[in-house]
């Protein structure tokens, strides 16, 4: 069965850090291109960052730029997403995605469920 699972969200005041995480089960993530997507309410879903198969490429969102940064760990199947000064307009459901693709194309083929990353004082 193939699966991502989010996890490392929560709560946060403004400034802070968190690490969202992306595990993929019944695939072999080497050969996607993983993206970050999220989803504030009443909102669009914003791309926020991307990575290659190889790692080689990334993509960021401007409003993420310089913030953000993100990582993969083919061996342990995992994606990362380092978020750091973080914004109340970062609040938002983030959701990682698998692109068959081995560069971001943005068309993505499985989802997560999403993990919920709050920030408030």
């Known amino acids: 069965q193939v699966q991502l699972v989010e996890s490392g969200g929560g709560l946060v005041q403004p400034g802070g850090s968190l690490r969202l995480s992306c595990r993929a089960s019944?695939?072999?993530?080497?050969?996607?291109?993983i993206g970050w997507v999220r989803q504030a309410p009443g909102k669009e879903r914003e791309g926020v960052s991307c990575?290659?198969?190889?790692?080689?490429?990334?993509y960021y969102a401007d409003s993420v730029k310089g913030r953000f940064t993100i990582s993969r760990d083919n061996a342990k199947n995992t994606v990362y997403l380092q978020m750091n000064s973080l914004k109340p307009e970062d609040t938002a459901v983030y959701y990682c995605?698998?692109?068959?693709?081995?560069?971001?194309?943005?068309?993505?083929?499985?989802w997560g469920q999403g993990t919920q990353v709050t920030v408030s004082s």
């Open positions: 019944g695939f072999i993530l080497d050969y996607y291109a």
């Open positions: 995605a698998a692109d068959s693709n081995s560069y971001c194309s943005g068309l993505y083929d499985y």
């Open positions: 990575i290659s198969s190889s790692g080689g490429s990334t």
